[in-house]
């Protein structure tokens, strides 16, 4: 992919960059993202003569070889696609006498397989091409945060960070930690320059999945067995299908051998298995989010309940909380009742309601599923409505009447114009025909008494 840069070039190229380079750039990325690395020589406008290199190891450099995955762009800049660790070098862009060097660090993460039973130890790191070097970088940090950007904290986790290009994570983990995402996120002051997540795997673990109710979900297999081994999706005593039957009513078999449940209810709640040859691959825990109103009479306040249906008891550490569109947590008391969590909202009449609001439902503070309640125009709304487009109905059928009596009447005018003007013409061409006969000579008595009865109205009209 690239070609070896001789010698003499590379004693060339490093006495360059020590009197004609411009300061280095520092760029973040993780792996699978797509970056551009910027070439920073300004005077240069024909990037025939600019050539990429990168470093290796012992600061070899290499010529950067163009493919679908290398392009150089209009402006002379480098575009990588698909990031690998790999790429994590020192890049040079040149030209001539001039150059300049672009450092591209990649954020990682890494699980320590050397960890004591019930904890799980993630690693967070700048990765150069060596793998993890002495850090040089201020201004940056490193931080752990769940799938949804909320900060982690609590009793059951702990932090270390040895510089500022390295971060631990020390879970105490629980059986609901399988298939659960972790994201460390770099950021340098208040921008975030790259994430990268990581799913933990815990042995006979449980997967915990949250949907709103209305919302078509899919629940993972992780299917491992050997080929032509049957694999079966139980529910208890509810379901039971395999990918030979298809779909079976809401659910569905997916080719990667995920459930796909369709239009989700709270009947739906409940822990699903997926297993071959009576070996359980993996088992997933459905909870279902729905929102409810019901008006009160006379006053017309409006109750909404927020209910969340577990697969079986609600941990303690989930949470009901909600918000409207002016992004103001309204809170009310949450109460457990068998296999569900409900909180409860009375909304009052009026311009200052909000139009809709939403409740979520939060694990350890990470938000994993919402349900959205939007305000319905009442019947007395609906009736003060319903009388103006009443009127303009009828206001629109009262036009159209008129309008169509006009235009009959202006047709039937013009078609009286023209009957006219076609009896003139007839009576033009009798009367062409009368004065021939008469040059012709006169007819006899029994001829001139068919031919004066038959001219009689349109010489009587000539004479007049």
């Given at each position: ?205 449980v997967e915990e999945v949250f949907s709103a109710a209305g919302e078509s979900v899919s629940l993972t297999c992780s299917h491992t067995s050997s080929p032509g081994v049957g694999v079966v999706w139980a529910a208890g005593e509810r379901l039971q299908i395999s990918p030979d039957q298809g779909q079976s009513g809401a659910f569905r078999v997916n080719p990667d051998l995920s459930l796909t449940i369709g239009r989700v209810s709270a009947q739906h709640a409940g822990q699903y298995r997926c297993s071959a040859a009576q070996k359980v691959l ?183």
């Amino acid at each position: 992919m690239m070609a070896r840069v001789s010698l003499l070039g590379l004693c060339l190229l490093s006495i360059t960059q020590t009197t004609a380079s411009a300061a280095q750039v520092l760029t973040f990325a993780a792996p699978g993202d797509s970056v551009t690395l910027p070439c920073a020589l300004t005077s240069s406008r024909d990037c025939s003569s600019v050539k990429w290199s990168v470093a290796g190891e012992f600061h070899s450099l290499t010529e950067v070889v163009r493919s679908p995955r290398l392009v150089l762009l209009q402006d002379c800049s480098l575009r990588i696609e698909q990031l690998e660790v790999n790429d994590a070098r020192l890049y040079v862009c040149a030209s001539g006498a001039l150059s300049s060097n672009v450092s591209l660090q990649l954020l990682n993460i890494t699980e320590n397989p050397n960890v004591e039973e019930g904890k799980i130890e993630l690693h967070c790191f700048l990765n150069k091409y060596r793998g993890l070097s002495t850090c040089k970088n201020t201004g940056i940090h490193l931080n752990w945060t769940t799938e949804d950007n909320t900060p982690i904290h609590g009793n059951r986790f702990n932090f270390g960070h040895p510089s500022e290009c390295f971060s631990k994570l020390i879970i105490n983990h629980k059986p609901t930690d399988h298939h659960r995402k972790w994201k460390c996120r770099l950021t340098q002051g208040d921008a975030v320059k790259a994430s990268v997540s990581y799913t933990t795997t815990v042995p006979d673990g449980v997967e915990e999945v949250f949907s709103a109710a209305g919302e078509s979900v899919s629940l993972t297999c992780s299917h491992t067995s050997s080929p032509g081994v049957g694999v079966v999706w139980a529910a208890g005593e509810r379901l039971q299908i395999s990918p030979d039957q298809g779909q079976s009513g809401a659910f569905r078999v997916n080719p990667d051998l995920s459930l796909t449940i369709g239009r989700v209810s709270a009947q739906h709640a409940g822990q699903y298995r997926c297993s071959a040859a009576q070996k359980v691959l993996n088992t997933v825990r459905l909870h279902v989010l729905d929102v409810t109103s019901q008006r009160a009479p006379g006053q017309g306040n409006v109750t909404l309940t927020c209910v969340l249906t577990c697969a079986n008891a609600c941990e303690g550490d989930f949470n009901l909380t909600w918000s409207g569109r002016s992004k103001t947590s309204w809170q009310s008391g949450s109460t457990w009742a068998n296999n569900t969590l409900t909180s409860t909202l009375v909304l009052p009449v009026g311009s200052a309601a909000p139009e809709e609001m939403s409740c979520s439902v939060q694990r350890e503070e990470e938000v994993t599923a919402s349900k959205t309640w939007r305000r319905s125009c009442p019947p007395q709304t609906l009736a003060w409505l319903g009388l103006p487009l009443g009127l303009l109905t009828c206001g629109t059928a009262g036009g159209v009447f008129m309008y169509r009596k006009r235009k009959k009447r202006r047709d039937h005018d013009a078609g009286n114009q023209q009957t006219g003007f076609g009896m003139s013409h007839v009576y033009e061409v009798v009367h062409y025909l009368n004065n021939e006969e008469l040059q012709q000579g006169r007819p006899t008595e029994g001829e001139a008494a068919a031919t004066d009865s038959f001219y009689h109205l349109p010489q009587a009209d000539k004479q007049q």
